[in-house]
């Protein structure tokens, strides 16, 4: 999906051809509020003959249903770091920070 953001409440989407047939597929984005964008991405790739679709982000919200609305888009994993706790934090974010800082700080 190319998405442009109107305003911090609008984005306006735009579906991409991509090669997806029976293909593996990951979208990353850096936080999942809603899961709005993210599931009419999923969907599209679904249409596009993706066979799995998963999306990871830094920051999970997941607020208004979003993990239902990623779930029956059809998405088949869910992943966030654990800068916000929740049942998709499978990534711990301190260590990357930490080394980040040490890297800046020599």
């Known amino acids: ?3 442009t953001r ?5 984005i306006k989407t735009k ?3 991509l090669d997806a047939q029976n293909k593996n597929v990951a979208i990353i984005d850096d936080i ?3 899961g709005v964008t993210m599931a009419k991405s999923i969907k599209e790739l ?3 003959g ?3 679709v998963s999306v990871a982000c830094t920051h999970g919200l997941f607020v208004g249903g ?6 029956s888009a059809g998405c088949d994993e ?3 770091t654990d800068t916000i706790e929740d049942e998709f934090s499978k990534v711990k974010a301190a260590p990357c920070i930490a080394e980040a800082f040490l890297k800046i700080s020599k």
């Open 6 to 10: 109107i305003d911090g409440t609008t």
């Open 50 to 52: 993706a066979k799995e």
């Open 32 to 34: 999942i509020s809603t």
């Open 78 to 80: 869910i992943i966030s």
């Open 66 to 71: 979003a993990k239902e609305k990623l779930l």
């Open 46 to 48: 679904k249409r596009q």
């Open 15 to 17: 579906p991409k051809n």
């Open 1 to 3: 999906m190319e998405k």
